[in-house]
Each structure stands twice: as C-alpha cells, then as structure tokens.
C-alpha cells in the first residue's frame, strides 16, 4: 500500500508539471496584428485583439462571393480605411476557406458603419496588392464587430 502511494504521489507530482508547461503563453509573436480605427487609432489590449482577429476571420469565412470589379473594389476600400475599420494584417498569404471559395489574403478589412449602404464592407488584399469585395457574409457577426469596436473606442 505504502509503495503504491508514493507511486500515486509521483505520477501526481509529474502530471502536475506537464500540465503547467501547457499553459504557458506562445513564446513566438502571433502571425498577424490588428489595427482597430474608430474615429482614432484606438490601442488594443491583447484580449481585444484575439476577439477582433477570431471575429474578423469568422466573418470572412462566411463569406459566399468575392469578385475583383477593380475600379468599384478600390473606390469602396478608399472609402472603407477613411472611415472606421478593422485591420487585419497577416505576416505571411493566408489561404482561408470560405463558404464561397479558397481565399489568399495577407490583409482583412472590415468596414465598421452605422449604415450598410451599396458599398462593400468585406475586403481582402493579397501579396500583390489586388483589393477583393466580399459578399453575402454573416450579417450577426459584423454587426458584432461594430459592437465590439465601439466598445473599445469608449473604454479608449
């Protein structure tokens, strides 16, 4: 009984330290950074960060359509980073999976307006600087990342 104990204590003792090695923060950077511009460049804290990002990416891939209408893409992303966004960057092209297609993208910009009008809101930007227009997107999740963002520009 005794050895079976001290057993017991050891294999306690060494679970007991594996498990905090799993709970240690990454040790590299992430692979992207967020930009929330609301009115102002508004600083993040890291949690708010994970929630812009993790949103950010629901939202595209539920995404049913991107088209590259160069000249209407453009002008609707000019006006999108005038105003209030999100700004995903990626350090690397980024292959996502979305209900429309596959999608490459080293940026994710998401409009943040009042009133959704006949402008895009969704855009990617791949390695050569080409602006996609994302359509037909989970129309709850944006109206959740506004939320969040006007949040953030308030506690700022």
Do not use: C, W
Not at 6 to 15: D, G
Not at 96 to 123: M, P
Not at 127 to 154: M, N, Q
Request: hydrophobic fraction near 40%.
């Amino acid at each position: 009984l005794r050895a079976f104990s001290t057993l017991t204590l050891m294999l306690i003792v060494a679970m007991t330290g594996f498990a905090q090695d799993t709970n240690q923060p990454p040790a590299t950077p992430p692979d992207f950074t967020v930009k929330l511009h609301y009115g102002k460049e508004i600083a993040l804290t890291p949690q708010a960060v994970q929630t812009l990002y993790s949103n950010a990416v629901k939202l595209l891939k539920s995404s049913n359509l991107n088209h590259s209408d160069v000249s209407k893409a453009a002008d609707d992303y000019r006006f999108t980073v005038s105003g209030s966004y999100v700004l995903i960057s990626f350090k690397k092209l980024q292959d996502i999976k979305t209900v429309g297609g596959d999608v490459s993208a080293r940026e994710i910009v998401i409009a943040l307006n009042e009133r959704y009008g006949q402008r895009s809101e969704l855009f990617t930007k791949d390695d050569e600087g080409h602006i996609f227009a994302h359509g037909k997107y989970s129309g709850p999740i944006i109206v959740e990342l506004l939320k969040i963002a006007k949040r953030l520009a308030s506690d700022a």
